[in-house]
């Protein structure tokens, strides 16, 4: 994917699920460049036998994709994965919008009450996604050669308007 010019002043970031079959393809170049070209992970482990059965969403910092992410869910519960920001674009709050958008639509579907949502996460990511209520458990490990720690959010914590708020819940 070509490389895409940064923005200045106040961006306007946004992120969405998408369906289109377009969109996908974009959200995927997004993650080929971030995985594949920036971290060297191989092609066949980015793109994989989930894409079918996940839900995908695509940031946009001023109408120009920028992020892309992804869920299902797993024996385990819900898997959130997939997070990757176009290197230009980090530092906007694209994470943020991305990590948002992806746990209001989990709340959304009557079909994840009550489930564990778990993520493996790159250690620089690990600050984001413990804004939102997630959690470390369990020892370091490695997938594709990345250092990673699995995270967990309690299906009680509450989340309203794009926000983790407080403390779970009883």
């Known amino acids: 994917m070509e ?3 940064q923005k200045t002043g106040n961006p306007s970031v946004k992120a969405r699920k998408i369906h289109s ?4 393809e974009t959200a995927k ?3 080929y460049e971030v995985f594949v070209l920036g971290q060297n992970v191989p092609v066949d482990e980015e793109i994989d036998s989930f894409e079918s059965e996940s839900r995908h969403f695509l940031a ?11 869920w299902r869910f797993t024996e385990h519960g819900v898997k959130l994965e997939r997070f990757a920001v176009l290197e230009e674009y980090r530092g906007m709050g694209v994470g943020s919008a991305l990590v948002g ?20 996460a790159q250690v620089s990511a690990m600050r984001l996604y413990g804004k939102f ?7 370091i490990f490695q997938e594709c050669a990345i250092d990673h720690y699995k ?4 299906p009680l914590l509450p989340f ?4 983790f708020v407080g403390k779970a819940v009883n």
Do not use: N, W
């Open 151 to 154: 995270m967990i959010r309690s």
């Open 101 to 120: 958008a992806v746990l209001k639509d989990i709340q959304d579907d009557p079909a994840s009450a009550g489930k564990t949502m778990y993520l493996h």
């Open 60 to 70: 946009f910092v001023d109408d120009v994709p920028c992020g892309a992410a992804r």
């Open 160 to 163: 309203q308007g794009g926000e």
């Open 29 to 31: 170049k997004i993650r």
């Open 3 to 5: 490389k895409l010019q």
């Open 21 to 24: 079959d377009r969109d996908v």
């Open 133 to 139: 209520g997630f959690e470390k458990t369990g020892g």
